[in-house]
């Protein structure tokens, strides 16, 4: 068994609470009200990601901060959650926003994009339905006006977690890679860890502080991961679409792992660390709706 000095654990919860901070990621609600009934298809963040991408440019001219909506090489700064499209066609949409602290200097833009995405009409895949109204709610118990960014979803998180079980909801596809292989069923712990640890180390150097740090912390949780070991699962056969990437012409199939794992022996680093990103997305595509997950483990009375 693996042994971490308490100062070592001290320090490493408080860099990551740092690096937490620093990300200011916020949540919130939107809805749609559309001229014409739509119909979604694929996953309801991918139609949202693309319908944002040609809204966003109707605006004119674009900040560095919303360069990576819908992408270049850093990770969005702005991404939609949601898997399962609504089964029939809608004249009213609402899905979750996730965007990081950054985005506040461009909001007003951003917001005035979104009150312009289009989606596809019913019936004429060469038609789009606009939108006639939008909203925009934010999470965090605070009351905002109308047009302000948001507070925090959660400003300073609370980490005196308990090590031992840790139960791991994947809600949407989960797309994780081991050994060269894609997982194809219940992911060992470390893997979950390495890559909920990497999605918030990403998100931590180019919209946080940027502590290189970070990265030493995540590969602590990763070796104490590898000594936790799986206890039941409930997984589902991989699921997933395919669309052609508008940027690269290329066709790209985003698919994924979704079900329950139950792990025992978790340390309690590993599960901040897996706690923390999940709040952000694990896995590839997360920007296409993939790799959201519940944390749920014990704490410390």
């Not at 004429?124 to 905002?144: K, Y």
């Not at 991989?238 to 790209?252: E, M, N, V």
């Amino acid at each position: 068994m693996t042994t971490v000095g308490t100062g070592q654990v001290a320090e490493d919860l408080a860099l990551l609470a740092g690096c937490w901070r620093s990300i200011g990621l916020r949540g919130a609600a939107v809805e749609w009200e559309l001229a014409r009934p739509a119909r979604l298809t694929g996953s309801l963040a991918t139609r949202l990601r693309s319908a944002l991408g040609p809204a966003l440019a109707a605006t004119g001219v674009r900040p560095a901060t919303l360069q990576s909506i819908p992408g270049d090489s850093r990770p969005p700064a702005l991404w939609f959650l949601g898997w399962d499209c609504p089964p029939r066609p809608v004249l009213r949409l609402r899905a979750d926003l996730r965007c990081v602290g950054a985005v506040a200097a461009d909001w007003p833009e951003l917001a005035r994009a979104l009150s312009r995405m289009r989606l596809p009409v019913v019936g004429d895949t060469a038609a789009l339905a606009e939108t006639r109204r939008c909203s925009v709610t934010w999470h965090g118990g605070e009351s905002v006006a109308p047009g302000e960014f948001g507070p925090p979803l959660v400003a300073d998180p609370d980490l005196n977690v308990a090590g031992g079980a840790c139960l791991v909801e994947a809600v949407t596809p989960l797309q994780l890679r081991a050994n060269g292989q894609d997982v194809t069923g219940p992911p060992p712990l470390e893997v979950l860890v390495r890559s909920a640890g990497e999605r918030l180390r990403q998100l931590c150097l180019h919209w946080g502080l940027g502590d290189p740090k970070v990265t030493s912390v995540v590969g602590r949780a990763y070796w104490e991961a590898r000594e936790a070991r799986l206890a039941w699962a409930r997984a589902e056969a991989p699921s997933g679409f395919a669309r052609q990437s508008s940027r690269t012409g290329q066709r790209q199939v985003i698919r994924g792992v979704r079900g329950v794992f139950a792990y025992e022996a978790v340390t309690p680093l590993a599960m901040t660390v897996l706690a923390l990103g999940a709040e952000v997305g694990a896995g590839k595509d997360t920007a296409f709706g993939c790799g959201q997950l519940r944390v749920y483990g014990a704490q410390v009375v």
